[in-house]
C-alpha cells in the first residue's frame, strides 16, 4: 500500500486548526492560509448550512447569502450524505 501525502497535508491541516483554542487564533490563521474570496466561499457555505437545516428554501437562502443553486444544492448534498462536518459545527453552536 502506497502513501498518500495529500492526506498526511490534510491531517496536518486539521491538527493546526485544532490547535487553535480561539476565533480570533482562527481568523488569523484563515487571513494567512486562505484569500479573502476562500473565506467568504467557506463562510458563506456555512451560513447556507445553516440555513438549510433551519428548512429556510432555496430562494429564501439565495436572498440571504447571494448563493447561488449550485452551492445551495452542493451544501445540501453534504449535510444529507457528507462526513457530518457541518451538522456537528452547526450543533456545536446551539
Do not use: H, W
Not at 24 to 48: H, K, N, T, Y
Request: charged fraction near 25%; proline fraction near 4%.
Amino acid at each position: 500500500m502506497t502513501e498518500n501525502p495529500q492526506s498526511d497535508l490534510t491531517l496536518n491541516l486539521c491538527r493546526a486548526f485544532s490547535g487553535l483554542n480561539d476565533p480570533e487564533s482562527v481568523r488569523a490563521f484563515l487571513e494567512d492560509i486562505a484569500s479573502p474570496g476562500e473565506i467568504r466561499a467557506m463562510s458563506q457555505r456555512l451560513e447556507v448550512a445553516r440555513l438549510l437545516s433551519e428548512s429556510k428554501t432555496y430562494p429564501e437562502i439565495m436572498k440571504s447569502t447571494g448563493a447561488g443553486t449550485a452551492t445551495i444544492s452542493r451544501v445540501k448534498r453534504c449535510l444529507d450524505y457528507g462526513a457530518g462536518g457541518y451538522k456537528r459545527v452547526i450543533q456545536n453552536e446551539s
